[in-house]
């Protein structure tokens, strides 16, 4: 099936530094998301994105984070400082082909900050 | 505000028996349900979906789910699991089915014992 992809799949940087995850999505699919799941809790959702827009973002979307996909290039997240709490597996997905709704997940980015 | 509940961490399964994982779901109006099951360092992947009509939904590889509205529960069911069904399983809603974000559970991690 639909596959999407997640560059690096484990990063790790020191707080204050600036990460960008990547996700290469479903070549036509038209909204894109970030989830956010520390270790033994829920995937939880960050925000979602659509034609160039952020549509909705969550409480855990703190104003150091953005996100793009320049030119329908890689849809990235990037945090700016980063923070001890940004540990967590970040989860890109994709949906919508003009037909189905459903939300295609990468495997995650696990990013550590020490 | 709508949550999922997964009162399993972890089940543990005979190869060849039948298998029920629980949801159960809290929210104004009735959502939109999803089951997903992620396999080891890969992403999420849609067993099934419940949005109206016959309460019981077939899902892939023999997967089965029971919506009920009284219970607020959307349990996942099959009658004969295999060793390949190891996984963890997500429960997860949304309130319009389309763009929206997900709404999780934590997970209940499946374990088939030969």
């Known amino acids: 099936g639909p596959k999407v992809l997640q560059i690096p799949s484990h990063q790790i940087i020191d707080m204050g530094q600036m990460v960008t995850l990547n996700c290469d999505p479903v070549?036509?699919?038209?909204?894109f998301y970030w989830y956010k799941q520390i270790l033994g809790q829920q995937m939880e959702f960050l925000v979602n994105f659509y034609n160039g827009k952020v549509m909705e973002k969550s409480k855990l979307f703190k104003d150091q984070f953005s996100v793009e996909r320049p030119d329908g290039s890689y849809f990235t997240l990037k945090i700016q400082p980063t923070a001890l709490e940004d540990s967590a597996v970040y989860f890109c997905?994709?949906?919508?082909?003009?037909?189905?709704?459903?939300?295609?997940f990468g495997p995650g980015t696990r990013l550590t900050v020490l | 505000a709508q949550s999922v509940t997964q009162p399993d961490a972890r089940v543990t399964v005979s190869e060849g028996a039948s298998l029920q994982l629980r949801c159960k779901y809290s929210s104004s109006v009735t959502p939109y349900l999803f089951w997903y099951v992620q396999y080891p360092r890969q992403g999420l992947q849609l067993l099934l979906k419940?949005?109206?009509?016959?309460?019981v939904v077939q899902g892939v590889n023999g997967f089965e789910a029971e919506f009920s509205k009284s219970n607020s529960s959307f349990h996942l069911r099959k009658a004969s699991v295999h060793w390949s069904d190891s996984a963890v399983y997500f429960c997860?809603?949304?309130?319009?089915?389309?763009?929206?974000?997900?709404?999780f559970g934590k997970g209940t991690q499946l374990i088939i014992q030969p």
């Open positions: 997905a994709s949906s919508f082909d003009g037909d189905s709704y459903e939300q295609y």
């Open positions: 419940y949005y109206s009509g016959d309460p």
């Open positions: 070549s036509n699919h038209l909204y």
């Open positions: 997860a809603v949304s309130m319009e089915g389309g763009a929206d974000r997900l709404t």
